[in-house]
């Protein structure tokens, strides 16, 4: 993961980052770091799941355009 991006995140989280060690804590990370990772790490494959889903949906759609119904 990049380091330089963890890093940018935690510095920009000023008042909430009481709340976000917290957070890491009780969800069982070692450290604040580890769970900023993981968060990107999740929002990235969230991102990449929905690309992939409305590629999908894209092909079906041009799929059934594709095919008439024979009366017209």
Do not use: W
Not at 22 to 34: I, P, V
Not at 41 to 70: I, M, P, R, Y
């Amino acid at each position: 993961m990049e380091n330089s991006e963890v890093i940018k995140i935690i510095e920009n989280l000023k008042g909430r980052r009481p709340y976000e060690e917290k957070r890491a804590a009780k969800l069982g990370f070692a450290s604040l770091h580890e769970y900023i990772e993981d968060k990107i790490h999740k929002k990235q494959l969230a991102e990449k799941k929905l690309e992939e889903t409305q590629c999908e949906t894209l092909k079906v759609d041009s799929q059934s355009k594709n095919k008439s119904c024979g009366c017209c």
